[in-house]
Nanobody, 123 residues
Framework: QVQLVESGGGLVQAGDSLRLSCAVS??????MGWFRQAPGKEREFVAA????????YYADSVKGRFTISRDNAKNTVYLQMNSLQPEDTAVYYC??????????????????WGQGTQVTVSP
C-alpha cells in the first residue's frame, strides 16, 4: 500500500511563508502534485512537478509565490509557499501519479493521495 504523508501546515499571518512536505512510502512517482480545498469549495490544483524536477506547473493563483520541488533520494516533495494570503487558507493535499510526462491538473489524473495538512492564513 502506497502512503503519502503531508506535514508542515499551520497557522500563519498574511505575508508569512510555510513549507509543506510530502513523504512517499515507496520509490518516486512520475508526477507529484499539490492540491488544496478551502471550506465550501471544490478541491483545486495548485502545482505539479515531473519526475526529474525539470518541469513544474502552477495554478495562476499561486504562480510567483509558490514553488514545488522534489528530492527523489528522500522520496519527498515540497511546496514552498511565500507571501501567503487569507485566500490560501485550505487543506493541502499531496498527490502522486504513476506514469506520464504531461501537464496534469485534474483530481482524476492522480493515483494516490495523502490525508492533507491544514494551512490557515490570518489577515
Amino acid at each position: 500500500q502506497v502512503q503519502l504523508v503531508e506535514s508542515g501546515g499551520g497557522l500563519v499571518q498574511a505575508g508569512d511563508s510555510l513549507r509543506l512536505s510530502c513523504a512517499v512510502s515507496r520509490r518516486p512517482f512520475g508526477i507529484m502534485g499539490w492540491f488544496r480545498q478551502a471550506p465550501g469549495k471544490e478541491r483545486e490544483f495548485v502545482a505539479a512537478i515531473s519526475w526529474s524536477g525539470t518541469r513544474t506547473y502552477y495554478a495562476d493563483s499561486v504562480k510567483g509565490r509558490f514553488t514545488i520541488s522534489r528530492d527523489n533520494a528522500k522520496n519527498t516533495v515540497y511546496l514552498q509557499m511565500n507571501s501567503l494570503q487569507p485566500e490560501d487558507t485550505a487543506v493541502y493535499y499531496c498527490a502522486a501519479r504513476l506514469v506520464g510526462s504531461g501537464y496534469y491538473t485534474l483530481i482524476g489524473d492522480y493515483d494516490y493521495w495523502g490525508q492533507g495538512t491544514q494551512v490557515t492564513v490570518s489577515p
